[in-house]
C-alpha cells in the first residue's frame, strides 16, 4: 500500500473529509487529493501534523511499519511487562559484577601481589554485590 492510499483509509477511518484534513494542516483540499491519489506526497513539515492527526507514529504513516505490540500494551501487562525488564537488566548488572570479580581475584593476588586474605574478602564482597544486583533488583523489581 502506498502513502496515497494509506492517507486516504487513515482519513476514511476517523470519518473526515478532505476539506476537513486540509483545513486543520492549512492546506487546500486539492493538496489532500493529490496526496491520496499519489500526485505529490505532504511536504516534510505536515508529516508530524498528519500523524497527529491520524493518531500513528511516522514510521506507521511512512513505512507502514506499525508500532510493536509492546508498545500497544496497557494496563497490568504493560507493568508486568516493565518489571521483566527490570529484572533482565538487574541480573545482567549482576552477572556482569560477578564477572569482575572473578578478574579481580585472577590479578589481586598474581599480578598486584596482595595478600591473598585481603584479595579473597574483596571478592566476596564484590561476589555479594553481584548477589544483590541479581537477586533483589533482578527478582524484586
Known amino acids: ?7 486516504y483509509d487513515l482519513r476514511r477511518e476517523k470519518h473526515l ?3 476537513e484534513v486540509a483545513e486543520k494542516l492549512n492546506v487546500t483540499r486539492q493538496t489532500v487529493s493529490k496526496w491520496e ?14 500523524c497527529a492527526l491520524y493518531g500513528i507514529s511516522a ?7 506499525k ?14 511487562l ?3 525488564r527490570k529484572k533482565g537488566i538487574g541480573i545482567g548488572i549482576g552477572i556482569l559484577i560477578y564477572f569482575i570479580a572473578i578478574a579481580w581475584i585472577m590479578i589481586s593476588i598474581p599480578v ?3 595478600n591473598p ?14 548477589y544483590f544486583c541479581y537477586c533483589i533488583c533482578g527478582y524484586c523489581l
Not at 510493536?68 to 507493568?79: I, K, L, Q
Request: glycine share 10%; charged share 25%.
Open 37 to 50: 491519489t499519489n500526485q505529490s506526497t505532504p511536504d516534510f513539515d505536515k508529516i508530524a501534523p498528519l
Open 112 to 114: 598486584m601481589q596482595l
Open 17 to 19: 473529509s478532505q476539506e
Open 117 to 130: 586474605i585481603v584479595s579473597s574478602a574483596v571478592f566476596l564482597l564484590i561476589c555479594g554485590g553481584s
Open 1 to 7: 500500500m502506498g502513502l496515497g492510499e494509506k492517507l
Open 67 to 80: 508500532k510493536e505490540e509492546s508498545e500497544r500494551v496497557e494496563g497490568p501487562e504493560r507493568v508486568e
Open 82 to 84: 516493565q518489571n521483566q
Open 59 to 65: 514510521d506507521e504513516l511512512l513505512t507502514g511499519v
